[in-house]
């Protein structure tokens, strides 16, 4: 059951992908339900895998359309890397993994499924996971599948989000105390 991790092929994507680019058509329509959106952040944002490899395989991605890391500015570097550390953090909450893969690949050749638009798996693993797959190969299983890891994830995005932002504001608070 080695193939379980391969997410830098992605087989399936040539053949069942709208023509375009998933993560600029998806964050660009409103029914982020629809789309497995689970958060937006000022930069970058978390989809869960149409195509998991395992279950909670998220996808992190900047909104700017473009090819490679080298490419983004430090700001939305830097959102991207906090918004992958929000879904490790709701991914180790809801799913309690062993541990994760997390991987770009940029170019076909690399296996990128995307090419076009640079994003970061991150895909949960567990102890003795290989059997997770044969619930995965029947298609039949993974769109109830998805919804209902979407529904267990979002809620921790929402609170990972508030306690962020609590974070932020304290911290602005402390800023602005100082230099009163
Ligand atoms: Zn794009």
């Excluded at 709208?18 to 982020?32: A, H, M, R, V």
Aim: aromatic share 8%; charged share 25%.
């Amino acid at each position: 059951m080695k193939r379980l991790w391969a997410p830098w092929r992605m087989p399936y994507l040539k053949n069942s992908q709208p023509k375009g680019c998933i993560f600029c058509i998806k964050t660009k329509q409103n029914d982020d339900r629809a789309n497995l959106i689970l958060h937006r952040g000022r930069h970058a944002f978390v989809m869960m895998n149409l195509y998991p490899y395992s279950n909670g395989h998220l996808l992190v991605s900047p909104y700017r359309h473009v090819g490679s890391l080298e490419d983004l500015d430090p700001e939305t570097l830097t959102d991207l890397m906090r918004t992958a550390q929000r879904a490790l953090r709701a991914l180790r909450l809801v799913f309690r993994p062993d541990a994760f893969n997390l991987g770009i690949n940029q170019g076909r050749e690399a296996g990128a499924g995307i090419e076009s638009h640079v994003h970061l798996h991150i895909v949960p693993r567990w102890n003795g996971d290989t059997n997770f797959m044969p619930v995965l190969t029947d298609t039949r299983v993974i769109p109830e599948f998805l919804e209902s890891s979407y529904d267990k994830l979002l809620p921790l995005f929402q609170t990972v989000r508030k306690t962020a932002g609590a974070r932020r504001r304290a911290k602005a608070g402390k800023r602005s105390r100082l230099k009163q």
